[in-house]
């Protein structure tokens, strides 16, 4: 089955102590990204990769860090968390040079920083 | 810039009724636009997409939207609700120069009463 898997699902953690997000695609997507979702502002980028090895931030990147060293998987780092990250993660996929098609998401990853 | 705009917070509809979910965009060029859906502890699922051609696409779950381009506007659109679509709806606008930046709505939340 074509799919997208974040874990953990779950994550509470206190601050400044470092976590990672894992993120796996099955479907050979070259593009994958990372989003955090909070009430009233929609889905935001953090990072995204167009391919393994090329990272870039997206509007929101501050306080993260994700690098592609294989082309299923697009880790999500936090070095040191902090409250103002508590939110609803989703990492998401598709085809790079298909721009027409879109994006495939994980159930994400809900994560809260006290 | 790029931008997307869901004017609605909320959207409130008898079942049997039809529904519209309304979107308009800011672009520099010309635009994919999409529509997702999420559902309650879910990634965000497609729905429909705009590139080219007819201006009334239809979708998944018999969602159908209409693009129009003097208004820049991409509204969702069901003729008769059912309690199930209930759910949390996103308009997405993704340039065709920039297969790197996906912008999303802030999000319409979509309640069906039986």
């Known amino acids: 089955e074509a799919q997208v898997t974040q874990n953990p699902r779950y994550l509470i953690t206190v601050t400044g102590k470092k976590l990672t997000v894992t993120c796996s695609q099955n479907?050979?997507?070259?593009?994958m990204s990372w989003y955090r979702q909070d009430p009233g502002l929609g889905l935001r980028q953090i990072y995204y990769?167009?391919?393994?090895?090329?990272?870039d931030k997206g509007d929101v990147p501050e306080g993260y860090k994700a690098s592609r060293k294989e082309k299923r998987n697009f880790p999500l780092i936090l070095e040191s968390p902090s409250p103002n990250q508590t939110s609803l993660y989703f990492c998401a996929s598709s085809f790079r040079d298909r721009v027409d098609s879109p994006l495939h998401f994980g159930n994400g990853t809900r994560l809260t920083v006290t | 810039a790029q931008s997307v705009a869901q004017p609605e917070d909320q959207v409130n509809v008898a079942e049997g009724n039809p529904l519209t979910v309304k979107c308009t965009y800011s672009v520099s060029g010309n635009p994919y636009l999409f529509w997702y859906v999420q559902y309650p502890n879910r990634g965000l699922q497609f729905l429909l997409k705009?590139?080219?051609?007819?201006?009334l696409v239809k979708g998944s779950y018999g969602f159908e939207a209409e693009f129009n381009k003097s208004q820049t506007s991409f509204h969702l659109k069901k003729p008769s609700a059912l309690v199930s679509d209930s759910a949390l709806y996103f308009c997405a606008v993704r340039e065709k120069s920039s297969a790197s930046k996906i912008i999303f709505g802030s999000g319409t939340r979509l309640s069906i009463r039986p």
């Open positions: 990769s167009m391919n393994v090895e090329v990272t």
């Open positions: 479907m050979n997507h070259e593009y």
């Open positions: 705009y590139i080219t051609g007819d201006n």
